[in-house]
């Protein structure tokens, strides 16, 4: 079995309002195979919006009030 990298985010960044409010400013985030994440911060640091890039990705699905990572893990 491979450990392998199954997201990673390099330096992303994410501004509103035509550049006036940077809801996210050069994010690191590597996830690994098997791996479980919490993220947390204070408010107005970003979370929904990383959350919100994941949904749109593909990488989260909303069921009910849980949010579910949903990655394919590979097997070598």
């Known amino acids: 079995m491979c450990i ?8 992303l960044t994410k501004t509103y309002e035509k ?7 050069g994010v690191n985030l590597t996830i ?5 994440v919490a993220i ?3 408010f ?3 979370k929904s ?3 919100n890039i994941f949904l749109y990705l593909g990488l989260v ?3 009910g009030s849980e ?4 990655f394919i893990y590979n097997y070598f």
Not at 32 to 36: A, D, L, P, V
């Open 32 to 36: 690994e195979q098997g791996e479980f």
């Open 19 to 25: 550049g006036s409010v940077k809801a996210l400013n």
């Open 67 to 70: 949010l579910l990572f949903f």
């Open 49 to 51: 919006t990383l959350l």
């Open 40 to 42: 947390m911060g204070s």
């Open 61 to 63: 699905f909303h069921e």
């Open 4 to 11: 392998c990298k199954v997201v990673e985010i390099e330096n």
């Open 44 to 46: 107005g640091s970003g």
